[in-house]
């Protein structure tokens, strides 16, 4: 009876001592766990011999030879992120206002926090704020990130700016010298012709020439 009792508990000493990893859907893996980062993923092998990589997202608690219960502090959420563009775009997370993760989209990354700020780098490009870029997390977060490039359009903005430009330089000019040397012939080109010049390539050329490119992230329902 003794013998009994001392090999029950001898297996309840090895039973905890397992590493146990709770899932968030309340099942139990035990075995020896191999890595775990809190945040991103627990590593474990079972007495099976199976090696699982557990995402930090499901699981619940964490404990270590049976002594130490450890769970993260907060479930990371997970944000998702997908475009329709062709440009490659790398999403860069702020979470609470500390460095995030960054991911090539489209992609999933998880977070530890309640509010993100959203940047999104173009082709290895400087991250940039796009229109809309502060979000909730909450329990998941779905994002849409649209991109168009108007280079094509400032090209021809910078095309209009400087023709209707060198236009007002040469009703100008030529204003200067029918004043000075056609008898006041050049009044209409100076009143007129070079001010409304100017006017044409301040008011349509500049303003395309300036355009900046379509960013912007929405949330999806």
Do not use: K
């Not at 859907?25 to 627990?42: M, S, T």
């Not at 619940?60 to 002594?67: K, L, M, S």
């Amino acid at each position: 009876m003794m013998g009994i009792s001392w090999f029950a508990l001898l297996l309840v000493c090895v039973a905890s001592a397992q590493d146990t990893v709770e899932l968030d859907d309340g099942g139990f893996v035990r075995g020896e766990i191999h890595e775990w980062i809190v945040g991103d993923h627990v590593t474990i092998q079972t007495a099976e011999g199976e090696v699982l990589r557990i995402e930090a997202a499901h699981v619940r608690e964490v404990v270590r030879g049976g002594r130490m219960a450890l769970a993260s502090p907060r479930r990371p959420s997970s944000v998702r992120a997908e475009t329709a563009a062709t440009e490659r775009l790398t999403l860069s997370l702020t979470v609470d206002g500390a460095p995030g993760p960054s991911c090539e989209l489209p992609c999933t990354t998880y977070v530890e926090g309640e509010l993100i700020d959203v940047r999104v780098g173009v082709n290895e490009g400087r991250p940039r704020r796009p229109r809309h870029r502060r979000f909730e997390v909450g329990e998941g977060l779905n994002l849409s990130v649209s991109y168009e490039s108007r280079g094509d359009v400032r090209t021809a903005g910078w095309v209009t700016f400087s023709l209707f430009l060198a236009t007002a330089v040469g009703f100008a000019a030529g204003g200067l010298v029918g004043e000075l040397f056609a008898g006041g012939s050049g009044t209409f080109y100076l009143v007129l012709g070079a001010p409304i010049a100017l006017l044409l390539a301040l008011a349509i050329g500049l303003p395309l020439a300036a355009l900046s490119d379509h960013l912007d992230v929405v949330a999806l329902e």
